[in-house]
């Protein structure tokens, strides 16, 4: 935004922030307790809040958001999705998707595959959805992967806390008795809801005696853990939760697949799957579900070396990023090249900034309006503790800017959690230049005594314990005498007799490491969310038209084929042709329903078809042709029926663009 007006309103505001970004700093470099440090983040996030609230109100033409109610209207009449079980009344957070919508998500998930396994040649991995609570307690998340909750006293209703707080004091801002300074009070506590404590939240609660929608008391706050729990096998002992993303499988499995991969790093597995999470209270549609379709890929790589061979590739895209220092100062995101981000740290290494321009380049192949993307970079206060850096594709959209994909350097966490849980060697080895010479473990098994322990199982014992890190088991043994190795189900106690601990000097040609992570993580049902909405528009001069831009990747026909009437002597071109995109295995319609040609046309633009096929009288005669339609432009050219097919393909796929086939072709001038 360079208009001299809005850089003079912004301005207070962008100073407010960058004030408030160096107390923030003092306060951490001074040592300043956590509570102290927690308010000053609230405060800073407070003002950003406010400075982006105006740059949207500010935004230049081309950033005017759309109108949602004839967007939801137009996706529920022609079934992309809908809640779930409506009949029942309906259950939040659960959306089942009809024709378009499936169609429509499985080209979009068709184009991630060839665009990110197959082209950067990743491995496909697919994982249990079910998991054992053991895996999840190691990752954190059965104790950190929680929201604020409040319980209605009567009715047992429960609702998210800060959702309730923000909308009764939406409630109290709209109550026409109320003061200016109560209005403001409620502004202002509503720009620091999303970073306060639960302590501030609490007493926001009482301050404002908050019941719940039913106009019941409600319960002091708790946290609740977003995951769906159950129970593994008809026992019930065995606890477990639906996963609340899909990457734990892909670290479990480390091992496998670099033994797969050969030893080597780096290398990436990629899994497509279904994550659940159990919110409190979901809302904004597609954009906060209970169950939803997840991408993600794991780039394992040695964190000494973060150099990617195919970085050049993309060094030269500008991108709006948005960065941890921009943000506390009140600075806007900027255009950048990938390449001067890198060279400046800015991005952290090649491969995350690699992974970035790659998200780009997906999302904008898909459908998503470049000039509404930004790449935002999470602050030093929302990073977790153990990661390097870490970027969110953020779109914009009428709910504001909705975070689409998440990309981090995860460092080696993940795997350093499952190993501590388990003993297992997650670890991959590098040559050194050297041979060196250093005290090593081993673990000798003393297999009679194991033998007469185990019995029968004494083979699995031998090889589980091959697998397990020595320096655990010794540290194990020390500690209490025992290690507990679990295979499956079932735990064994290796005690100090069965196996034999020895540290001696050895001459080591390679040395083992546990590997970083990168981690591109991408939330399908958003992302779909907002090609619909970034490709929704109105025909100009016709406010009752409206109809979806789909690029021809994602869309879920390419053609559409009409005969200009039901006349009989149209219907053996309509079957050829029909076939012949078939054979070529192009999605496409029939629309034979009533109705003039321009009526349906409409109804095919709200579909997102991208292309028309007309059959009609000029067709009957020799030699044969119909008319091509687009759909963006709405003109028209007429080409020979047998080279529809081919022409529609090389369209579709991007060989071929309107303007070639408009230059080739004869123009069709047709009123709609």
């Not at 209005?183 to 639960?198: F, H, Q, S």
């Not at 953020?394 to 795997?415: K, M």
């Amino acid at each position: 935004m360079t208009d001299p007006s809005i850089e003079e309103t912004l301005g207070p505001l962008r100073l407010a922030v960058m004030e408030q970004g160096d107390i923030v700093r003092q306060l951490k470099e001074s040592g300043a307790p956590d509570s102290d440090v927690k308010k000053g983040v609230s405060e800073l996030k407070a003002r950003k809040k406010i400075l982006e609230d105006k740059e949207l109100e500010l935004a230049p033409i081309g950033f005017e958001l759309l109108d949602r109610n004839r967007l939801e209207d137009l996706l529920k009449r022609r079934f992309f999705y809908d809640q779930s079980f409506e009949i029942y009344g309906g259950i939040a957070g659960q959306f089942d998707f009809g024709p378009m919508g499936c169609d429509m998500e499985d080209n979009l998930l068709d184009a991630w595959r060839k665009f990110f396994i197959l082209k950067e040649k990743m491995h496909k991995i697919k994982c249990a959805v079910v998991t054992p609570e053991p895996v999840l307690r190691a990752s954190g998340h059965v104790d950190r992967f929680t929201d604020l909750m409040v319980k209605d006293v009567k009715t047992g209703e429960c609702f998210r806390l800060d959702h309730l707080i923000k909308d009764e004091l939406e409630k109290v801002k709209a109550d026409k008795s109320a003061t200016a300074q109560v209005k403001a009070e409620c502004e202002n506590i509503l720009t620091r809801l999303d970073g306060m404590t639960k302590e501030e939240m609490t007493a926001v609660l009482r301050q404002f005696n908050m019941m719940s929608r039913n106009g019941n008391d409600v319960t002091d706050p708790v946290e609740f853990n977003l995951m769906f729990h159950t129970s593994i096998g008809p026992t019930g002992q065995i606890r477990g939760y639906l996963r609340p993303e899909t990457a734990q499988g892909i670290f479990v499995n480390f091992s496998r697949l670099l033994e797969f991969n050969n030893g080597r790093l780096p290398f990436a597995a990629a899994q497509i799957g279904p994550a659940f999470r159990n919110e409190i209270s979901p809302r904004s549609g597609l954009l906060r579900v209970r169950e939803f379709t997840m991408a993600e890929i794991e780039h394992f790589c040695d964190p000494n070396d973060k150099s990617h061979p195919k970085f050049n590739s993309v060094k030269d895209l500008e991108i709006l990023l948005y960065s941890a220092c921009a943000q506390m100062e009140g600075k806007p995101s900027k255009l950048m090249k990938l390449g001067d981000a890198v060279t400046q740290k800015l991005i952290d290494n090649e491969t995350l900034g690699y992974f970035i321009g790659r998200i780009y380049q997906f999302l904008i192949m898909v459908g998503v309006n470049g000039k509404k993307l930004r790449f935002r970079q999470h602050m030093s206060n929302e990073m977790a503790h153990y990661a390097r850096d870490c970027w969110d594709a953020e779109c914009l959209t009428s709910f504001g800017w909705v975070e689409c994909v998440g990309c981090a350097d995860r460092s080696a966490f993940d795997l350093t959690q499952h190993s501590k849980a388990t003993g297992a060697k997650l670890k991959a080895e590098r040559k050194l230049s050297e041979a060196r010479i250093e005290e090593v473990v081993d673990v000798l098994p003393r297999k009679a005594l194991i033998a007469k322990q185990f019995k029968a199982e004494v083979k699995i014992v031998l090889e589980e314990i091959e697998k397990v890190d020595s320096n655990i088991i010794e540290s194990s043994i020390k500690q209490e005498g025992k290690f507990d190795l679990q295979v499956n189900d079932k735990s064994y106690s290796i005690t100090s007799e069965m196996v034999e601990v020895r540290r001696q000097m050895k001459k080591v040609h390679v040395e083992n490491f546990v590997p970083s992570v990168i981690e591109p993580s991408f939330g399908i049902g958003r992302i779909l969310y907002v090609i619909l909405e970034h490709n929704f528009g109105v025909r100009e001069g016709d406010e009752k038209r409206t109809f979806l831009k789909l690029p021809p990747i994602v869309a879920p026909y390419k053609c559409c084929v009409l005969p200009l009437s039901n006349k009989p002597d149209f219907m053996p071109f309509v079957k050829q042709i029909s076939q012949d995109l078939e054979d070529q295995e192009i999605p496409s319609e029939v629309n034979t329903s009533s109705g003039s040609v321009g009526r349906r046309y409409a109804r095919t633009d709200e579909l997102g078809v991208p292309f028309a096929v007309t059959v009609d009288f000029d067709t009957l005669k020799e030699p044969h042709s119909v008319t091509l339609r687009d759909r963006d432009s709405m003109l028209q050219v007429r080409l020979p029926v047998n080279e529809v097919a081919a022409v529609i393909k090389s369209l579709s796929c991007g060989k071929l663009s309107w303007s070639e086939v408009r230059a080739k072709y004869p123009a069709f001038i047709q009123q709609e």
